[in-house]
């Protein structure tokens, strides 16, 4: 089968024939149809990821159809049109995810390929209503804001919410997301245009935090937040702290601009605000996540779609964060 494999980080991804994976019981070989790409899979490219191994195929989010199964009580998933959750062996703790805990396409060879092997556990039945470009936009993202909005953030219909970065992936399904509850949703961006894209789909209101008085233009416009989902931490963190409305939730699940800078820690336990890491999320959350997806009928947001043999020139456009949602991969 053929398949992008990342054989160094100094190397451009090479599309080339690989074995296609054999099956243990409880395992799927799924036919790829679309796959997309996530931060994650940039990360790994240049080498600025823990645990990379070499070579590997990338790849966390994928659609497609079941090929074949590993065992005869698995057999009526053939042939089903399927969504993969990329979070594999959460474990018992819906807290935290246990020991065993892997991302799709790293350790584990990804969906950039024509074939996946992956758990039969780990399979959904993919929206009928959706494209493959727009099915396989779902999984990562979508589960990483799902949770962070709703299982660690409690937010609820009528919630004033803040996503800080609205442009990427993980920023426009949280913006769906949160306005599919009936969430009242407010961003942030560094560029107009993609402000502008938000506010066509639903958000209240934007503001660029190029701006020096970015937060200032918020508190004008909202007032203060009752969730606040944030992926990238930096020196302008401070600021929403004082966005906060009392009993108010910070949800964090990356660092992109850096480290959080000191805090004054009296704001938060005088007005009983929480700080709330969160990472991906457990089979629960996936399958919550599909169900308001498919109730609600949401449609990702898809940038540009690239042919799978073209999955380095896909990965660099990410690279210079320019993209309004998902890029896709065509298999």
């Not at 758990?119 to 799902?146: F, G, M």
């Not at 503001?207 to 508190?219: G, H």
């Not at 898809?302 to 896909?314: G, H, K, R, T, Y």
């Amino acid at each position: 089968m053929k398949a992008i494999v990342l054989e160094a980080a100094d190397k451009p991804l090479a599309y080339k024939e690989v074995d296609k994976p054999t099956l243990q019981p409880g395992e799927a070989l799924v036919k790829i149809k679309a796959a997309a790409l996530n931060r994650r899979d940039y990360w790994i490219t240049v080498g600025k990821y823990a645990g990379i191994k070499y070579p590997t195929i990338l790849g966390s989010d994928g659609a497609g159809i079941v090929a074949e199964v590993g065992s005869e009580a698995d057999k009526h998933w053939l042939e089903k049109e399927v969504v993969i959750n990329p979070a594999s062996e959460w474990g018992d703790n819906p807290n935290f995810q246990s020991g065993n805990f892997k991302i799709l396409g790293l350790p584990a060879d990804g969906t950039f390929a024509e074939y996946v092997k992956v758990s039969v556990a780990d399979l959904y039945p993919k929206p009928t209503y959706l494209s493959w470009e727009q099915a396989a936009s779902i999984p990562l993202a979508a589960l990483t804001t799902y949770r962070a909005l709703f299982t660690k953030g409690k937010a609820v219909k009528g919630s004033k919410v803040l996503i800080t970065g609205v442009g990427g992936g993980t920023g426009a399904f949280a913006l769906q997301l949160a306005m599919a509850a009936g969430c009242q949703v407010f961003v942030t961006s560094g560029s107009g245009d993609k402000l502008d894209r938000a506010k066509h789909l639903g958000a209240a209101a934007g503001v660029n935090y190029k701006a020096q008085d970015w937060a200032e233009q918020l508190a004008q416009l909202a007032g203060g937040f009752d969730v606040i989902v944030d992926s990238a931490l930096g020196d302008g963190f401070v600021k929403l702290v004082d966005l906060c409305n009392p009993g108010a939730r910070i949800v964090i699940f990356g660092a992109t601009a850096g480290n959080i800078p000191e805090l004054n820690g009296r704001k938060f336990f005088y007005r009983q605000i929480q700080l709330l890491g969160s990472m991906m999320g457990t089979p629960d959350d996936f399958k919550e996540m599909m169900e308001l997806v498919n109730e609600h009928q949401i449609i990702p947001v898809i940038d540009e779609v690239f042919p799978l043999s073209e999955a380095d020139a896909a990965v660099k456009k990410m690279e210079h964060s320019s993209q309004f949602g998902k890029i896709v991969l065509r298999a």
